[in-house]
């Protein structure tokens, strides 16, 4: 069965670890699993709850996030907490109802950030994701000297990046043949 999965990066920068990390899971995604990383997020508008329009990324992500099967979220630690950029990318869907029950992997890219991985995952459970912790990996690629365009062929990230995915896909196929 085939299977798509919205990858979504907390870090704005051109070299981010995060995105890397992302860009070796679209690599590494078993057969038949397509993950697509998202980068309009990266431009919305600060959210705004009276505001009565789409930006028009915005409806893309909400179309993105009602058409995939899982989500997995990247992002950096700043200041111990989680980056304005997915806070920001997250609160323009807190009212889309497809993202409530969608399975979502957190994968933290540092060892010492455990802060926003706590806030982070408490957001995703205030919205009704299903988190997945299984498939939630805390996988030090920051600190580690890779060049984030070689994560996927490193074997020390590339095992448990495999590992995590084949945790996200089985917990999509379950719950998919519980319904
Ligand atoms: C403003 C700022 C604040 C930061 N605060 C933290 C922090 O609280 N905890 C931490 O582990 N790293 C912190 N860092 C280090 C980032 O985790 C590191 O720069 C990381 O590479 C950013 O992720 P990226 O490579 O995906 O952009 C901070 C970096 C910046 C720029």
Redo the contacts with the bound molecule.
Sequence with gaps: MSHRILAL?????A???????LRACRDLAPAGVVIDVFEQHKDFPLFNPERTDVPPGVAALQASITAADALLI????????V?GTIKNTLDWVVNHAPFAGKPVAVLN?????F??DEALKETLRTMSADLVLDACLRIP???SRVD?DRIASDPRFATPITAALRALVAHVERANNSV
């Design positions: 990066c907390g870090s704005q920068r070299r981010s670890m995060s995105a890397g990390l990247a992002s950096p630690e700043y200041a111990h907490g980056t890219p540092a060892y010492q950030s802060h926003a690629v920051i600190g984030p």
